[in-house]
């Protein structure tokens, strides 16, 4: 506190040096501790700020001033920056209209603007339509080299408070925004490599406008595109700088890479198979890209448009858009395995496997099967395996360090926690591998026996082995492994030691401590009971059982929530499978109270509420439980019948679930609510949610005529 007042009376100090330094004190501040010391100070610092900014003479001084106000604002409570918007606004609006204004404070009144405008959301509506008016002005106006900056920052400022005052009032302003940025952008691509900050501000507009227009931005993309793609030294490297090779170099040229990048991903990932006519040109546009500016984050963003590159063809109406989105995996897929094997990082290479696997899913979702040639499946597991080994070497050198420590020359503190965070992500990088192993069998399982007999001959043996001292995640990659191959090959068809190895292990580590350990076990328990419940005798389901009922007694214990949380939901949702595939179709064979005691052990874990694909299928599931076996999971007089509306009723209000799943409960509900017997149940059931929640299940119900 003492220092905060201090610094505010420095504000008013007779040097301008000393009131400069207290400005950017303050900003620093502001910037490092958000929001506590927005929360605590704002009464005494920010009217000093705008004080200042009111009666400085010295332009770097009122400059400042301004920079330490944007400082403030930024992650600022809204509550709070509406208290100083009018002032803050009004003072910026005259510094940017008055003549003689010195450039540098007009950008600083920019940036104060889009701080202001970013944080105070739907209270900035009132200074909408000057702010534009203003802001326009200057984008049409402001001509020059000396001048470039600002008009950058108009258009970063025109995007934030947009974004922050909502599509319905920007929709007034967009055709001649849109025109004024294809203005700005044809120009730059006329100047060639000129460096040129507007590149990269024009890039990250189109990003914004996009997001606060959504699909409806497709109507501006005649207007938008053609200059980008025909001319991309607007949107990939200009300048040749060597220096953009560097892994981690910060150069203009990165820069503009990286705005380019998170601009086609947001197009693709909004617009979808709108955005398709442009798509023939992006697989080029990547590869230009990465041969002139290959730095980490540019790696990243190249791997991270891929999935949306696929996802965007294979939604298209295009015809045969699935052969197209094929081709683009290739020559994508290509740069990006050719970046995996040239990448040392064991974080980047995991990221692009990743990217790779959510390709590969894409593409298995949209129902490709069988697309790479044996010789491409045959270069791309080899590979894979090549990752594993390379993997394999850098942890034994890092482990071998580690063990190796020498009394005399000691590994300090910090190398010992920096080699054994580099252990962890090398083992990330199996877990990526074993994923991939799993979507590849899903799309070519004919041509994977090699993998499925390698995992069972060198990986599972020595991952999975309860004899000998293992890292948890190595386990995870064995259980992985497991379960690619339950889910996706035929494991009647497996060698019977095979069989015995998959159940063994999924039922031995069910109950682990280790939350990651225990998820992927109870998930392949789950597969496992989707696909041969019907094959497969009561002692093995039995076993199956307990094995889920052990794992959902184990406690938190040191184990973060999440992770805990999100094993303990797929558990539940492994046991609705067991339910749903066995007990429920078995229920005339099993004794009345173990299956009553198990129906209502079962419905006390429902609804889940933390992995959203668990949570929809665990949901689904008890639809059709309801609505197939109701006598028997109601139980006998409708015991479970509060417990089952009640949960109903929490999956509709705190929508628990995709649209479908909720239309499947409101569809239950509404046949419950007519019913002589339960219907009574549900009115009284749902009396007892708040207005508030009562008015969330009426308007998901109301289309389904639900009577309340």
Same mark, same amino acid.
């Given at each position: ?307 949306? =590159? ?25 740069? =990006? ?18 990217? =790779? ?72 990088? =199996? ?204 139980? $006998? ?69 639900? $009577?309340?």
């Amino acid at each position: 506190v003492h220092g905060e007042i201090t610094l505010s009376q420095y504000l008013g100090h007779p040097h301008p040096k000393i009131r400069y330094a207290a400005c950017h004190c303050l900003g620093q501040l502001a910037n490092d501790l958000l929001p506590e010391f927005q929360k605590r100070f704002h009464t005494s610092v920010v009217p000093s700020l705008i004080s200042l900014v009111e009666n400085e003479t010295v332009p770097r001084v009122q400059a400042h001033a301004l920079a330490a106000l944007s400082n403030f604002f930024e992650g600022c409570p809204m509550d709070i920056v509406a208290i100083y918007l009018d002032k803050t606004i009004k003072k910026a609006f005259e510094l940017l209209t008055e003549p003689g204004i010195a450039s540098i404070i007009k950008e600083n009144a920019l940036s104060s603007i889009s701080a202001a405008a970013d944080s105070a959301k739907e209270h900035y509506r009132p200074y909408y339509a000057e702010s534009m008016t203003i802001l326009l002005d200057l984008l049409r106006n402001a001509d020059g080299k000396a001048y470039r900056q600002i008009r950058a920052q108009a258009i970063e400022s025109i995007t934030l408070m947009s974004a922050s005052v909502g599509k319905e009032l920007f929709a007034t302003y967009v055709p001649e925004f849109v025109g004024l940025l294809v203005e700005l952008q044809e120009a730059c691509a006329k100047k060639g490599v000129e460096e040129d900050p507007l590149k990269s501000y024009i890039l990250s507009g189109w990003q914004r406008v996009c997001l606060i227009l959504k699909r409806d931005f497709a109507a501006c993309l005649k207007e938008v595109m053609p200059s980008l793609l025909e001319n991309p030294r607007v949107v990939a490297v200009g300048s040749g700088d060597k220096r953009a090779r560097a892994p981690d170099a910060n150069t203009s040229d990165t820069e503009e890479a990286v705005q380019a990048l998170k601009m086609l991903k947001t197009f693709m990932e909004e617009l979808q198979g709108d955005f398709s006519p442009y798509l023939s040109s992006i697989p080029k546009l990547l590869e230009e890209i990465v041969a002139n500016c290959s730095n980490e984050q540019v790696k990243k963003l190249v791997g991270r448009c891929f999935a949306p =590159l696929l996802r965007c063809i294979a939604q298209s109406q295009v015809e045969n858009a699935l052969d197209i989105a094929i081709s683009y995996f290739r020559v994508v897929g290509k740069l =990006l395995w050719t970046m995996i094997l040239e990448e040392e990082d064991p974080e980047i290479i995991t990221l692009l496997l990743e990217c =790779l696997l959510f390709a590969l899913e894409v593409l298995a979702g949209a129902g490709a099967r069988g697309f790479l040639t044996s010789d491409e499946l045959a270069l791309l597991k080899s590979d894979l395996l090549r990752c594993v080994e390379e993997s394999e070497e850098r942890r034994k050198k890092n482990r071998k360090e580690l063990e190796d420590d020498d009394p005399d020359e000691p590994i300090d503190e910090d190398q010992k926690e920096n080699l054994s965070a580099d252990i962890l992500r090398e083992e990330e990088i =199996l877990l990526s591998v074993a994923r991939l192993f799993g979507v590849l069998m899903k799309t070519h399982l004919a041509g994977m026996e090699d993998i499925v007999k390698l995992a069972f001959t060198r990986f599972v043996p020595s991952a999975l082995d309860p004899n000998e001292a293992v890292d948890d995640k190595i386990r995870q990659f064995g259980l992985f492994l497991l379960c690619d191959v339950t889910e996706h090959a035929n494991l009647k068809e497996l060698p019977p030691e095979w069989q015995s190895t998959v159940l063994d292990n999924l039922c031995r580590y069910a109950a682990n401590q280790v939350p990651f350990v225990r998820h992927a076990a109870v998930y392949g328990l789950g597969v496992f009971a989707q696909r041969y419940a019907e094959t497969v005798d009561a002692t093995v389901i039995e076993r199956l059982t307990t094995s889920l009922l052990a794992g959902l007694n184990v406690q938190q214990g040191s184990y973060a929530a999440r992770p805990f949380v999100h094993a303990r939901d797929a558990n539940v949702s492994a046991l609705s499978k067991v339910i749903l595939s066995y007990v429920l179709p078995n229920h005339k064979q099993l004794g009345e109270e173990d299956l009553g005691q198990l129906l209502r052990l079962w419905l006390s874990y429902l609804p889940l509420q933390h992995d959203r694909i668990e949570m929809n299928e665990a949901h689904l599931r008890l639809v059709s439980a309801v609505l197939g076996y109701s006598e028997v999971v109601l139980g $006998s007089s409708l015991s479970n019948l509060p417990t089952v509306v009640r949960t109903l009723f929490d999956i509709v209000q705190a929508r628990l679930g995709t649209a479908e799943t909720l239309q499947s409960v409101s569809v239950v509900l509404n046949q419950m609510s007519t019913h002589q017997q339960m219907g009574p149940v549900v009115h009284e059931t749902f009396e007892k949610f708040t207005p508030e929640q009562q008015a969330k299940i009426k308007a998901i119900l109301s289309p389904h005529n639900q $009577s309340h």
